[in-house]
């Protein structure tokens, strides 16, 4: 049977070489990343990060659950998430995770509890909404007041107040997560600022934090994908290296998702139809928003690859099969294109597959490996399949 299309394509080399380039671009013991899950959590992605020694950041119980069966240790995972259910705490205080992001006052007294049914102390680290802007998307922002995200800065003294007299908590750390593809490092610059005001402020108080938590956001480049395959991790490490103010002892953590895995996965589809429009032809894909929704759901620019045609380029207005106008991935010029193509649609290993969806009850799209077959491979192979099957 062929694996019809559409599919993740996984470039695993591609992957492991992007962890590699991260690791050699952080010269402090004290820095420390988690891989935010939430980007991808297929199994073989999560097996080719935990080798390369990162922890984990969860933003549910299933999260924690995969990240313990892919084998990473408890106290490599951290917890965040505005609405977490009790069962999730329960889960993450009785596992014994390193830290659960606390992002209001109010749920202090419900982890507190939780911890206390357990006998332990849970180690906390707030997350504080810094009123910096990540200067993306806005809908990719979470770290300005109107963003429902953290515990808002000016409520810091309040929270410290209350967590003082919950016997079963210990502050530990300080966490900031000001939002996602972000290109321009200033905003990440001006979160340091913040953070060293935040440490000051409870030095003062007399609480010295373990670990300053400052999240994830790094961008990629979806519109040239080639000429960055890897991510500029040198500068980014260095703006935290440069900007921090630090005291003996405390730890960095970084929250790395899209910088990660963004470029190593691409979803593979066929042309159905080329339809002729008033304004312009459509490349009618059988991938949709179903399959991804970035483009319908944050108007994000993928670029597409005709992989079974070369020469001159002609517009086309790309789209999925579903019955839903934002169901394009926009336009672009491709070869002339024709009913039976392959198209490849690049940066998509992060934010991709994890947010689809069975809508109009359309299968899940499969992920194939690199090491398994290679892309041009397994194309002809199913080519070939398809024209037995079809005599
Ligand atoms: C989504 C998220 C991340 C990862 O963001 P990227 O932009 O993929 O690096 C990190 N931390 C938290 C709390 C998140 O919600």
């Known amino acids: 049977m062929s694996v019809s299309t559409p599919f993740y394509y996984y470039d695993l080399t591609l992957l492991e070489n992007t962890l590699a380039a991260m690791q050699a671009a952080i010269n402090n013991p004290n820095f420390k990343v988690h891989y935010a899950i939430k980007a991808n959590a297929e199994d073989r992605i999560l097996q080719t990060i935990k080798k390369q020694g990162l922890g984990a950041d969860c933003v549910s119980g299933n ?67 810094p009123n910096v802007d990540a200067q993306t998307h806005h809908k990719i922002t979470t770290g300005l007041n109107e963003n429902k995200f953290g515990i808002p800065i000016t409520e810091l003294d309040a929270a410290v107040d209350e967590i003082l007299t919950h016997k079963n908590l210990a502050l530990k750390g300080i966490h900031f997560h000001i939002g996602s593809q972000i290109l321009n490092l200033n905003p990440f610059a001006n979160l340091c600022q913040q ?37 500029n991790f040198v500068e980014y490490f260095r703006v935290f290296e440069k900007f921090l103010n630090l005291e003996d002892g405390q730890t960095v953590h970084f929250e ?98 994890v947010l689809s969806s069975n809508y109009n009850l359309r299968d899940r799209a499969a992920a194939v490996y690199s090491d398994e077959v290679s892309l041009e491979e397994y194309i002809s192979n199913n080519e070939r399949i398809e024209e037995l099957e079809a005599v």
């Open 63 to 129: 999260e924690i659950k995969k990240a313990l069966e892919i084998g990473f240790e408890p106290n490599d995972i951290v917890l965040a998430g505005i609405g977490k259910s009790d069962e999730e705490l329960d889960l993450a205080i009785s596992q014994g995770i390193h830290s659960i992001n606390c992002e209001s006052i109010e749920e202090l007294e419900v982890i507190n509890e939780i911890a206390a049914k357990h006998d332990a102390v849970a180690n906390i680290a707030f997350r504080i909404n």
């Open 195 to 231: 953070a060293n005001h935040v440490i000051a402020n409870l030095k003062a108080r007399g609480i010295v934090l373990e670990h300053i938590n400052v999240g994830g956001g790094l961008g990629i480049n979806y519109t040239d994908p080639e000429s960055q395959l890897v991510p």
């Open 256 to 353: 790395l998702g899209r910088s990660i895995v963004g470029q190593c996965g691409s979803l593979i589809s066929k042309v159905l139809y080329v339809k002729k429009g008033v304004n312009s032809n459509f490349a009618i894909l059988d991938a949709g928003m179903t399959d991804l929704m970035r483009p319908a759901l944050y108007n994000a620019f993928h670029k597409i690859d005709n992989i079974s045609k070369e020469g001159e380029l002609e517009p086309y207005h790309v789209v999925g099969p579903i019955c839903e106008s934002s169901d394009t991935f926009g336009k672009t010029d491709l070869p002339k294109t024709s009913r039976g193509d392959y198209l490849k649609i690049r940066s998509a290993g992060a934010y991709g597959q």
